[in-house]
């Protein structure tokens, strides 16, 4: 059956018009990025093998453009609208920093921290200086890694808030693993941070440590 010929309330674009984008899952909303199958498949189907085959979404959309377009069900149209949707995103989530408005919600932290951090190959240590209303100063990538860590150097990071006149700090990093699960250096670190920060009159508000799903914090555990 196609698409069109689906129940109105089951086709992907007047189901995102009536209940939201949150209401559709990873094919589906790949799918209106698809805009049609392969031969024999509809988009949405065309989109479930496509996360079948090459998924989950962040592996998927991980990949860059040149890869993508040599999928099936993908050209370069499609390929260049992904990768601008991703970059859209990402810009759309640093808009509120960028314009100076005060960071309130550790949430919208920690998605920051993983829209620009998921999807490196290696880990990647950063830290978004703040002013005393929290407001962004700056985001930098401090430190970088293997797939299996990085060395962090207080100093450095005591260094560089000094530099922005920071009045405190959030930090995080990413685990290629996919696992967001804190491991025993990370709250090593944290407390080293806490400390060396600490001697300098600058808050550390949060460790994120950002896999696949949500990223964690330290802060919310107990460990800041």
């Not at 990402?90 to 951090?117: I, K, N, V």
Request: charged share 20%.
């Amino acid at each position: 059956m196609h698409i069109h010929e689906w129940p109105s309330s089951e086709r992907p674009r007047e189901k995102l018009l009536a209940r939201g984008a949150q209401a559709l899952s990873d094919a589906e909303l790949l799918a209106l990025f698809l805009g049609s199958g392969v031969r024999g498949l509809d988009a949405v189907a065309t989109a479930r093998r496509l996360l079948a085959d090459h998924g989950p979404l962040r592996r998927l959309l991980d990949q860059p453009a040149p890869e993508l377009v040599k999928l099936p069900g993908l050209g370069p149209a499609t390929a260049c609208l992904l990768a601008a949707a991703l970059e859209l995103a990402g810009r759309h989530m640093a808009a509120a920093l960028e314009r100076g408005e005060a960071l309130t919600d550790p949430t919208a932290a920690g998605r920051y921290f993983a829209q620009r951090l998921r999807g490196h190959p290696s880990e990647v240590f950063a830290a978004l200086f703040l002013d005393t209303r929290h407001r962004a100063l700056a985001f930098e990538e401090l430190f970088r890694g293997t797939v299996d860590g990085a060395e962090v150097h207080p100093r450095e990071v005591v260094r560089r808030a000094l530099g922005h006149n920071a009045a405190a700090v959030i930090v995080g990093h990413n685990h290629p693993s996919g696992s967001s699960e804190p491991s025993a250096a990370d709250r090593a670190v944290t407390l080293q941070l806490k400390q060396a920060l600490g001697l300098i009159d600058v808050r550390l508000l949060d460790h994120f440590v950002v896999g696949d799903g949500a990223p964690v914090s330290l802060a919310a555990r107990g460990w800041v």
